[in-house]
């Protein structure tokens, strides 16, 4: 079988303009690497690090990742969209325009006999009320409503300075904070009680790991684009980590 890939936590847009153009063409070039051997594209959240949907208007840029996105699903790959806490307000344009299947919340997949936990994320495990409360404000309908009476111009002012807040924008250094103290291994434990998965994969963390959580089951957080350029890649037989050098040889010329 050909290749499943994972990627998160691009944040197009952030810190600025330059910064994000190169990143988006880095980007660009690792989808090229990845197609020969790609059968399925996961794309897990805050692919961009601000976006709104408004009936007529979206965000302006990124048109390169787009158009890429676009000829890889017309050439037949399945790619998922799965909604971050930075892009939650993806609605029906990429699903139209490109094709893609866009994800809610968690996808619970099967492949080649391993059972798979997917999800950003945003919101999961211990701690973290603030945000919580805030992910529910953000995903109500009305205001999300309320958000698209206002005119682009101004909406979208205000996501910028929201966006120049962030982690990203920031550039806070995420540190591995231990097992036990890691909440997305917690909350994966926890499911792990009810039943079993053999990979589960998130985003969010901003941190590449790989926690062996039981003898059968592992915790991947497949990192972000700005520092790590960290992705995931299931053969059919194992899930690896991998970091996108643009040096490396080809996929295909390694099998």
Same mark, same amino acid.
């Given at each position: ?23 988006? $063409? ?121 958000? $698209? ?42 499911? =792990? ?45 194992? =899930? ?16």
């Amino acid at each position: 079988m050909k290749n499943i890939y994972f990627a998160s936590d691009f944040h197009l847009g952030s810190p600025n303009y330059n910064e994000s153009r190169k990143r988006e $063409a880095h980007i660009v070039n690792w989808l090229n690497f990845i197609e020969p051997t790609c059968a399925e594209l996961f794309l897990m959240g805050d692919v961009f690090d601000f976006w709104f949907e408004y009936v007529k208007v979206i965000p302006k840029g990124f048109i390169r990742l787009q158009g890429k996105l676009a000829q890889m699903a017309d050439a037949g790959i399945k790619i998922y969209f799965f909604k971050g806490n930075h892009d939650m307000w993806v609605n029906d344009y990429f699903t139209k325009e490109i094709g893609l299947t866009v994800i809610s919340d968690e996808l619970v997949i099967e492949r080649n006999g391993k059972k798979f936990y997917l999800h950003h994320g945003d919101g999961l495990g211990p701690g973290d009320a603030k945000y919580k409360f805030l992910r529910k404000i953000f995903r109500n309908p009305l205001c999300q409503w309320l958000f $698209a009476v206002l005119p682009p111009r101004i909406g979208m002012g205000i996501a910028t300075g929201w966006s120049g807040s962030s982690r990203i924008a920031n550039d806070k250094e995420e540190v591995f904070l231990g097992e036990d103290k890691e909440w997305l291994a917690i909350y994966a434990k926890e499911q =792990l009680q009810k039943q079993h998965y053999d990979y589960f994969i998130f985003g969010h963390r901003h941190l590449p790991l790989d926690i062996q959580l039981t003898d059968h089951s592992r915790y991947v957080n497949i990192g972000e684009w700005i520092n790590y350029s960290s992705y995931g890649v299931f053969d059919g037989k194992e =899930l690896r980590l991998e970091y996108y050098r643009p040096t490396q040889p080809s996929p295909e010329g390694r099998a």
